[in-house]
């Protein structure tokens, strides 16, 4: 089955540097892939999605980037503020077009 | 309502119970999901939903869970016979439909405890 891989696990930026967050996944047929924000006790939110018709798509200060032949896409923080403390989720969407599959999750802490 | 509702919000068992956690989605999304999300951890698919059928339910760890949703609308996970290792937030998601690159809206979730 789908497997999604995502690095770090864990990320410590200073307020204004830029963060970056890879996953990896195994379906080649995968078209969708979404990210999501989870701050803590509150439920995850969409921020930013790419279907694979794409390579590139940049919304403000987030931007993510997929490349198929390798498989794989990245979500691009750039100038990060405190308030982009959260943990990130990627995730695909599998080859049946049916369940969301998500990475571990990154933790990212944004220091004042 | 507006947004995808989650009940209870909290849940405190003895080991052994049974449970059963409600999911009311999004009106008028046809695909339904549950997670799992233990603390500190990812989201672990455990079922989902297109319509009243579930296509997928790859992901329930036992035999003790189960879901079903009726009328294409509310959903709900079922543990039977808990054990503490099952203590874990579960988290509900709706999307307009299988198949299309549509966002998942995700309920505030129901904390389950077992004690």
């Known amino acids: 089955g789908e497997n999604v891989e995502q690095h770090p696990s864990t990320l410590s930026v200073q307020e204004g540097d830029s963060a970056v967050i890879k996953c990896t996944y195994s379906?080649?047929?995968?078209?969708?892939f979404p990210w999501y924000k989870q701050e803590l006790g509150k439920r995850p939110q969409l921020i930013i999605d790419?279907?694979?018709?794409?390579g590139e798509k940049k919304d403000q200060r987030i931007a993510v980037t997929l490349n198929k032949t390798a498989k794989h896409f990245s979500l691009h923080i750039t100038e990060t503020q405190p308030e982009d403390s959260a943990v990130y989720f990627c995730?695909?969407?599998?080859?049946?077009?049916?369940?969301?599959?998500f990475g571990q999750g990154t933790e990212l802490s944004v220091k004042p | 309502g507006a947004g995808v509702s989650q009940s209870p919000s909290n849940k405190v068992t003895e080991k052994g119970k049974d449970v059963e956690l409600r999911c009311d989605p999004i009106?008028?999304?046809?695909?339904l999901y549950w997670y799992r999300q233990s603390l500190g951890q990812g989201l672990e698919f455990l079922i989902y939903?297109?319509?009243?059928?579930?296509?997928?339910k790859s992901g329930l760890p036992s035999d003790r869970f189960s879901a079903e949703r009726t009328g294409g609308s509310v959903s709900t996970l079922t543990i039977q016979r808990t054990q503490q290792e099952d203590s874990a937030v579960y988290l509900c998601?709706?999307?307009?439909?299988?198949?299309?690159?549509?966002?998942?809206?995700f309920g505030q979730g129901t904390r389950l405890t077992v004690v």
């Open positions: 995730a695909t969407r599998d080859n049946q077009g049916g369940k969301l599959i």
């Open positions: 379906d080649s047929a995968s078209n969708y």
């Open positions: 790419i279907r694979s018709n794409v």
């Open positions: 009106s008028g999304h046809t695909a």
């Open positions: 939903f297109q319509g009243n059928s579930a296509p997928d």
């Open positions: 998601a709706s999307s307009v439909r299988q198949g299309r690159n549509t966002e998942a809206f």
